[in-house]
């Protein structure tokens, strides 16, 4: 009988053990939610339509990463940023549009998203502030980010110019 109840103790650590190591991996591969929690938090404007269908949306593109037109004063802009399809189960992406300043990092951040999936774009971003008209010489960081684990790898820095008219 002692045998018995032994053996059925530890079927059952085995078995909270099982379901311990099962939740801690779930947590460790990252749970995906739009806010709050202990899990990946994706970016909330990522979407994989353009707003108003297929037609293009007048405004900002990124040509090869190599320029970029906004309109002066605004906060909030049109763009296309795109994590490609082709990353799928590897990477999320950020995007960092950046100026150069005086400050001790050397630079001004204008936007950040947040973690974009594969297969999604970026169509609208809240800058820091509106710019004047003028042309500026900016910095895009786009940093991919392991699915498994959240950690960066190499990073791809574009210069861009920023035209604001």
Not at 7 to 36: H, P, Q, R
Not at 61 to 71: A, D, E, M, V, Y
Not at 103 to 117: N, P
């Amino acid at each position: 009988m002692k045998k018995r109840a032994v053996f059925t103790a530890a079927c059952v650590a085995l078995v909270l053990l099982l379901i311990f190591d099962l939740c801690l991996c779930f947590l460790l591969v990252g749970v995906k939610e739009s806010s709050g929690g202990g899990g990946v938090i994706l970016d909330p404007n990522a979407q994989t339509e353009r707003p108003g269908g297929s037609e293009s949306v007048k405004g900002p593109t990124i040509k090869g990463f190599s320029s970029l037109t906004i309109p002066p004063e605004l906060k909030t802009v049109a763009i296309d940023l795109y994590n490609p399809t082709e990353n799928n189960g590897l990477y999320y992406l950020t995007f960092e549009l950046r100026l150069p300043d005086e400050s001790e990092q050397g630079y001004e951040v204008l936007f950040k998203t947040g973690y974009v999936e594969p297969g999604l774009h970026i169509y609208q971003v809240t800058l820091s502030h509106g710019l004047k008209a003028g042309e500026y010489t900016a910095q895009l960081l786009i940093q991919p980010y392991r699915m498994k684990g959240l950690t960066p790898t190499n990073n791809v820095s574009a210069v861009v110019k920023l035209t604001v008219k």
